[in-house]
């Protein structure tokens, strides 16, 4: 069964940078994507980013591109989002998720990815 597990969520102020973690655990193949979502308070659930950790080709949402970096380091089973400039509009919960495979396509619908972590809050103050 794989284990997600988020860590690096906190508060920021608007302009700073926050790392978030997710040690995945469970799963013996070495090709897996991972994506990042998140939910604001009172918002749909949104995919955030997406990487396939076999070799990094990776998906933004929009509004995060050039800001938001997704890499993954294989021997320690982590992935990481690099949050930079963030903006009070990047408060929410962010969870990660696993999917067996990569689709660039697919990542952001419902029930593609098959595990969840259990999020971690990350506030921007203005």
């Known amino acids: 069964e794989v284990d997600l597990v988020e860590s690096g969520g906190g508060l920021v102020q608007a302009g700073g940078s926050l790392r978030l973690s997710c040690a995945v655990s469970?799963?013996?193949?070495?090709?897996?994507?991972i994506g990042w979502f998140r939910q604001a308070p009172g918002k749909e659930r949104e995919g955030v980013s997406c990487?396939?950790?076999?070799?990094?080709?990776?998906e933004y949402l929009e509004a995060v591109k050039g800001r938001f970096t997704i890499n993954s380091d294989n021997a320690k089973n982590t992935v990481y989002l690099q949050m930079n400039n963030l903006k009070p509009d990047d408060t929410a919960v962010y969870y990660c998720?696993?999917?067996?495979?990569?689709?660039?396509?697919?990542?952001?619908?419902?029930?593609?990815?098959?595990?969840w972590g259990k999020g971690i809050l990350v506030t921007v103050s203005s």
């Open positions: 998720a696993f999917a067996p495979v990569f689709m660039a396509s697919m990542w952001k619908q419902n029930g593609f990815m098959t595990a």
């Open positions: 469970g799963f013996s193949f070495d090709d897996y994507a």
């Open positions: 990487i396939s950790v076999s070799d990094g080709r990776a």
